[in-house]
């Protein structure tokens, strides 16, 4: 199936290894530097688009977790997304809590859900497992739609809080800086899934489950833990969403386009590594942005088609395959 | 009669009327995806571009929607056979399929509804058949022939190519590379140009199910979306590559969606219908019509 990606596998640069702590290290000061830049331009718009961005940024490592190293496609990220979204509009308004404990709680839902997901889901391998996670997304969506205690098919407005936490001047600066913290926490998490054993686990069961089943690595166990992570992820990326848009309805937070992106940016960007969902996230979801700007927001989707039907063809293993390549 | 009874009698009956469209819009996917190995996400986004097509047709000639459709089959064969080629050329010869294609189809699946939206608008588009205000009353049943009509095309053109599966020498070579195209190679037999063929076939089948989707409904450019879930389901419960399947699938599929709706209400339908695939495929990977691999 996939035996084009064994070959790549030794041209891993193997010296020049960073160790766990030094990338957290540096994220956290990534994190850091990219938050007092925006502050330093500091208009809504920036906040807004910054937001925007980071939310694909987790959504589409979170994605790569299970799609990009266990090799399982899930089409189904805009479920896990709008649970996230829709956890913060019942947790908020069941206990009027604010937005970090909400996200916990939306990493709570994710993780079950995604742990469901996977039980139910064992036997499948391909085109199979895909198709149930879009048949989870229509369940999830039918019962959202169905539940009036979040606005139904209605929708749902969220208040954003008066009070604006201390070193913050406006809730978009604040929600900004929060997604900021996420993206660099996420991307921190795959890098450290991927260099370790269970990483390499995932990696062997996505080349060959069969092989790794008889070589001892515990199949059932590591494909268990990938949905739930990249579950609880996901529905992280997607538990600020009522607050960015102060609104949330069925239709749109289980969009299409979630499970699009989720797909479309690991693949621009390449699926094998932290780096690959980074980079394509960022470079998909700002040409989303200054289209939806500059000419409409018809037009954005386009662009992600046409992307992503140029890389697959021209690019398969992504922008880091094409300098991998080069070397 | 028991007014429950003829509702449910009617649900049944509207729903097998439904379930001949699912037929329809699933059985070019029944090649596609269940003979041909080829997981055409976009399938249903071919069905709309062929409605859409359809409606402007009618618009501007006033032609019968259906027949329309029957007109439309070459031009989607050539599409269907040209797509392949890319596919082929980029994905099926590399062996990259898995996830490459489904990303590659899912990109084309976009940009089909895209360039709708962008080329003639996303307000809802529609053909009306002369035959579409009639309905046919048996008892308490009522049979509305804007569903009939295309249900029963529908059947027709599922038998026929049911047929030339299994008659004719070209049919049975696509039935027979659905099972090993290595053996089909040793037969002298271009595996590829079969596969060229039968996904031209496939998409010529799309066009079919717009004309019939359009007589139907009204269709705007994103209307594919929920009969993405809704093909998927019912090929794979109909057990893959068996046509025969697909069809008491789709029936089936159209009466549990329909009698849900009728007695607890339009919303909770998918709900219902997707639940079932998800046990299916939990409990019976195979479909109930399929075989053990």
């Known amino acids: 199936m996939s035996d084009t990606t064994i070959p790549a596998m030794p041209t891993l640069p193997a010296p020049r290894r960073t160790g766990h702590p030094a990338f957290w290290l540096a994220s956290a000061a990534v994190a850091l530097v990219s938050i007092l830049a925006l502050r330093g331009i500091g208009s809504e718009y920036a906040y807004f688009a910054a937001t925007f961005i980071l939310q694909y940024v987790v959504l589409a490592t979170a994605w790569n977790i299970l799609g990009g190293y266990a090799g399982y496609v899930n089409f189904g990220a805009a479920a896990f997304f709008a649970a996230g979204a829709y956890t913060t509009v019942a947790i908020g308004k069941a206990l009027g809590l604010s937005l970090l404990p909400c996200i916990g709680f939306a990493a709570l839902v994710g993780g079950v859900l995604g742990l469901g997901t996977g039980i139910l889901t064992l036997r499948l391998r391909g085109a199979y497992f895909a198709i149930a996670t879009l048949c989870l997304s229509v369940v999830l969506q039918t019962i959202v739609v169905n539940w009036d205690y979040v606005g139904g098919s209605r929708g749902a407005y969220v208040i954003r809080p008066r009070e604006v936490p201390w070193p913050f001047e406006s809730y978009s600066g604040y929600l900004c800086a929060v997604m900021v913290v996420l993206a660099a926490a996420a991307v921190a998490i795959a890098r450290s899934i991927e260099k370790s054993r269970l990483g390499l686990g995932l990696a062997a069961l996505r080349d060959d489950e069969a092989a790794a089943e008889a070589a001892g690595v515990p199949t059932l166990r590591l494909k268990l833990i990938a949905t739930t992570i990249s579950g609880a992820m996901m529905a992280v990326a997607g538990a600020p969403l009522p607050l960015l848009g102060s609104y949330v309805e069925p239709n749109s937070a289980f969009g299409l386009s979630y499970a699009v992106n989720a797909i479309a940016m690991p693949l621009i960007g390449g699926t094998g590594s932290w780096a690959g969902p980074l980079i394509g996230a960022v470079l998909l979801a700002s040409l989303q942005q200054a289209a939806t700007v500059t000419i409409s927001s018809a037009a954005n989707l386009m662009i992600v088609g046409v992307v992503l039907v140029v890389f697959v063809c021209a690019a398969p293993h992504g922008i880091i395959g094409l300098f991998r390549r080069q070397k | ?293």
């Open chain 2, 1 to 293: 009669m028991d007014p429950d009874l003829a509702l449910l009698l009617n649900g049944i009956v509207s729903g097998l009327l439904l379930g001949g469209l699912y037929a329809a819009a699933a059985a070019g996917l029944s090649i596609s995806f269940g003979m041909l190995d080829v997981v055409n996400i976009a399938h249903p986004a071919f069905m709309v571009l062929g409605a859409l097509l359809v409606a402007l047709l009618w618009g501007a000639t006033g032609i019968d929607p259906l027949i329309l459709s029957v007109l439309l089959t070459p031009a989607f064969w050539a599409l269907g056979a040209a797509i392949y080629v890319v596919y082929h050329h980029f994905f099926e010869r590399r062996g990259d399929e898995a996830i490459q294609g489904l990303a590659f189809f899912f990109g084309v699946m976009f940009i089909i509804e895209v360039g709708l939206v962008l080329a003639i608008g996303p307000e809802q588009h529609f053909a009306d058949a002369a035959y579409a205000g009639i309905t046919w009353r048996l008892g308490e049943i009522d049979l509305p022939l804007r569903m009939l009509v295309p249900a029963l095309v529908a059947f027709a053109a599922i038998g026929g190519l049911a047929l030339f599966l299994r008659r004719s020498f070209t049919g049975r070579a696509i039935a027979a590379v659905a099972q090993d195209r290595e053996a089909l190679r040793l037969l002298a037999i271009d595996p590829v140009r079969i596969k060229r063929l039968a996904f031209g076939i496939s998409i010529a089948m799309a066009a079919l199910a717009g004309g019939a989707l359009v007589v139907v409904q009204p269709v705007d450019a994103w209307s594919g979306h929920v009969f993405i879930g809704r093909v998927f389901a019912v090929v794979i419960m109909g057990g893959l590559s068996s046509l025969g399947g697909c069809v008491l699938a789709a029936l089936a599929f159209g009466v549990v969606e329909n009698v849900t709706a009728s007695f607890y209400g339009p919303s909770w339908s998918p709900a219902v219908a997707f639940g079932c695939l998800l046990l299916v495929l939990a409990i019976r990977p195979q479909g109930f019509f399929g075989r053990v691999a």
